[in-house]
């Protein structure tokens, strides 16, 4: 069938609608007029696969990877990158609106990364029956991936020695750094960019609270400005690591942040909250401790997150005692559809 793309979803895929059923094509690009293949239909949308563009936007590009549209990593390579930008940052403020129930969602400009490609210090491969690579687009097949475009040229030049070796089947993780044990930044100068932006963000004095504080990513860079700093994180190895080189006001606490977090922020005096949670977002628990808080001590809350739905969710509770003042985006994985977005809320 040929449809007209309106819209880009959240994952990546373009959207069309065919006699009011939604339908999503990956690798297109709104206003292009295109011929489909239905692959899936349910009652309320269906998929198609892409058969030809026959109206394509000033906006397609040629892809750099030889392996975009089959394999799985990238989503946007076919996109120019100022409208990738364009079409993240409206991502982000359509997911909190509908799914947060936000009437206001208060964006600012989106924070690029300074390189398109060629950014990602390290990268995860799979190893079965000699094939080295990724898995393929929609589908459970690995790809054999001589060269990632979006990796850095230490990180490629890692995977051809990977490349050169017998290997047993498993998932190998190629990086330019030793990795020690706990998660850091993918992307150098965007990581550099959002420290910036939360100190931009973030009121000094008094105690910081920094909640899946790994090893103290945020903690480090801004303890100078407060009075207090302390840290939440689960992961042995990073406390570890954070207490290795900590100033003496700070100080970090290993376990769950549901646990902790109540009783840290029960205590008297200023303090703004960082929360940088994984993708599944904060627990109703913290979202009650953060709540309470509000009432009493707790100014601001900087929620750093690399899932614009569970952001929706939280911040739909969060606004209940908390005025939501900035949204900002980062594009910490060009050409792919994943975001990282910053909000800033101040007590009411």
């Known amino acids: ?31 292009e007029t295109v011929e489909v293949e239905l692959s899936r239909r349910k009652k309320n949308y269906a998929e198609a696969s892409l058969v030809a563009v026959e109206n394509p936007s000033p906006d397609r590009v040629e892809p750099l990877c030889r392996y975009f549209g089959r394999c799985g990593g990238c989503a946007y390579q076919h996109i ?5 930008l364009e079409v993240k940052s409206r991502q982000v403020e359509q997911t909190l609106r509908r799914l947060g129930k936000l009437a206001e969602v208060p964006m600012t400009p989106m924070i690029a990364s300074p390189q398109p490609y060629g950014y990602r210090n390290r990268i995860r491969v799979h190893v079965a029956g000699g094939v080295v690579g990724f898995y393929a687009h929609d589908a459970n097949a690995l790809l054999d991936i001589e060269e990632c475009p979006i990796a850095s040229p230490e990180v490629n030049g890692r995977l051809a ?12 993780t190629v990086a330019e750094r030793r990795h020690e044990g706990f998660f850091e930044q993918t992307n150098d ?48 190895f990073a406390v570890a690591h954070a207490r290795s080189i900590a100033q003496p006001h700070e100080r970090y606490l290993a376990g769950d942040v549901a646990a902790h977090l109540p009783e840290v922020l029960a205590e008297p005096g200023e303090t703004s909250l960082i929360l940088d949670p994984p993708s599944a977002g904060v627990s109703p628990r913290v979202l009650d401790a953060v709540g309470a808080a509000a009432l009493r001590g707790l100014r601001e809350v900087i929620y750093v ?10 911040l739909a509770t969060l606004t209940r005692s908390a005025r939501l003042i900035a949204v900002t985006p980062l594009d910490m994985f060009p050409q792919t559809a994943e975001i990282e977005v910053i909000a800033h809320l101040r007590r009411l």
């Open 1 to 31: 069938m040929q449809l007209t793309i309106h819209d880009i979803a959240f994952g990546g895929k373009g959207v069309g609608r065919s006699e009011g059923l939604a339908v999503f094509v990956p690798f297109t690009i709104p206003g």
């Open 80 to 84: 120019a990158y100022a409208r990738q």
């Open 161 to 172: 020695e990977l490349r050169s070796r017998v290997l047993p089947d498993g998932d190998y």
């Open 189 to 236: 100068a965007v990581a550099r960019a959002m420290l910036a932006k939360v100190a931009e963000l973030i009121t000094p004095g008094g105690r910081l609270v920094d909640a899946y504080c790994g090893a103290g990513f945020f903690s480090r860079h801004l303890r100078d400005r407060f009075d207090e700093v302390i840290g939440i994180e689960e992961n042995e």
């Open 305 to 314: 997150s690399c899932n614009p739905a569970t952001l929706a969710r939280d």
